[in-house]
């Protein structure tokens, strides 16, 4: 696979398949296709249908019912559809008999996601990282993966005996790789730990939040620089740090990868390297996209990464951006029917749990630059808190 969306000369077309499971409603699940098929568009993939089934659990052997493999096998055969792709992760028996049936590459959650990572990797621990979260994926899935694995054969030496299967030496090489790269990676975490020791003790502000809430544009409003900033899921992968300087008090910036939902485990570990910039960091930017209707959720997921990383309990900030883009639908006062969450507006949202934050958040718009003096003035009242903390001999600074 590795390369495939950036050498295709023409775009693929695609099929989404998810399941509804235990509690979850049709309408979750609909929103969980639409984040696959945000995936699957900055993966490079054109999708035609989306596909759904309400089950207890996962088929053990095709993930879906019979019924519905085959409806979808009729639909990619007769619209001769190129890839299939399924929001969760497959097992190695599933994908092996799924590939059977349709004859087509299938992709899983965590292999979207990792080919997202590698087209978007550019520096040499980035791509360290994802090469290693990428062999971890493959290697026990590797009797299915051919069309997917670049093979890497040396010359001579790479070859096993004469008896010995083309498998076993193709998994040997991949074993051998993967202890490579986490060696790399060793230096590679050495060098940055030395860069993050020589830049002092400067106070430290770390963005984080879900893929695609708007970090790298508050980063540019607060650093004055120019992050790449663009409506893709992991426009950012490599931690980009700036030094920022709100009245008399400078500090670190760093704008780090976006979270999001059943990030592979792979990626988790392989980046927690990467991560180390908001496990050190004073503050942290919380940033949620308001506008988004499962922004709760994102909230979760986010916390649940951060607690996996040991970053949770650090001092935060909730920014919820993008209030320009907040749309709710009033209702009627003669409408009966019970208000949801889309009848909520913006005022409703804020009189709610977020009412009992005080300073902890903050609403604005970094795309239309709504409140944005309003943030620096929080920051900076939190970043002098901690440098008065660190440094009380500076305390007639300020």
Not at 243 to 266: A, C, E, W, Y
Not at 345 to 353: A, H, I, P, Q, T
């Amino acid at each position: 696979m590795g390369k495939f969306f950036d050498t295709a000369p023409v775009q693929e077309t695609a099929v989404l398949v998810g399941l509804i499971q235990g509690n979850e409603t049709e309408e979750k699940v609909a929103e969980y296709m639409e984040e696959l098929a945000f995936l699957s568009m900055t993966a490079g993939l054109e999708t035609k249908k989306r596909f759904t089934q309400k089950l207890h659990k996962p088929d053990p052997r095709t993930f879906m019912g019979s019924g519905k493999i085959q409806e979808i096998d009729e639909y990619i055969k007769e619209h001769d559809i190129d890839v299939v792709v399924f929001d969760d992760d497959l097992s190695p028996s599933q994908l092996r008999n799924l590939e059977k049936v349709f004859q087509k590459k299938i992709y899983d959650r965590s292999l979207l996601i990792l080919d997202i990572f590698q087209s978007r990797a550019q520096t040499a621990q980035a791509r360290t990282q994802v090469e290693l979260a990428r062999y971890q994926y493959l290697l026990p899935r590797l009797t299915n993966m051919w069309t997917h694995l670049e093979r890497q054969r040396g010359g001579t030496g790479t070859r096993g005996g004469a008896g010995e299967k083309e498998i076993e030496t193709d998994k040997r090489i991949i074993r051998d790789r993967i202890s490579l790269l986490k060696k790399q990676l060793k230096e590679i975490d050495k060098q940055m730990a030395t860069q993050r020791k020589n830049r002092g003790r400067l106070i430290r502000v770390a963005l984080v939040g879900y893929t695609n809430v708007g970090k790298s544009t508050i980063m540019n409003l607060l650093s004055k620089s120019e992050v790449l900033a663009e409506n893709k899921l992991f426009a950012t992968l490599d931690t980009t740090v700036r030094k920022v300087v709100i009245g008399n008090l400078p500090f670190l910036m760093s704008d780090t990868v976006g979270f999001i939902r059943k990030l592979p485990h792979q990626l988790v570990e392989s980046f927690k390297s990467t991560l180390d910039e908001v496990r050190e960091a004073d503050i942290l930017l919380h940033v949620v996209d308001i506008s988004h209707p499962e922004f709760e959720d994102h909230i979760r997921v986010v916390n649940e990464t951060l607690a996996e990383i040991g970053a949770r309990d650090k001092q935060t900030i909730l920014v919820f951006n993008k209030i320009d883009a907040y749309t709710y639908v009033k209702k009627d006062e003669d409408d009966l029917t019970e208000i949801t969450r889309e009848n909520w507006s913006l005022e409703d949202l804020k009189s709610s749990w977020m009412s009992k934050m005080g300073d902890d958040c903050i609403f604005i718009s970094a795309a239309k630059k709504q409140n944005i003096d309003e943030l620096r003035d929080l920051l900076y009242e939190r970043a002098k808190a901690v440098h008065i903390t660190r440094y009380p001999y500076d305390k007639l600074l300020y």
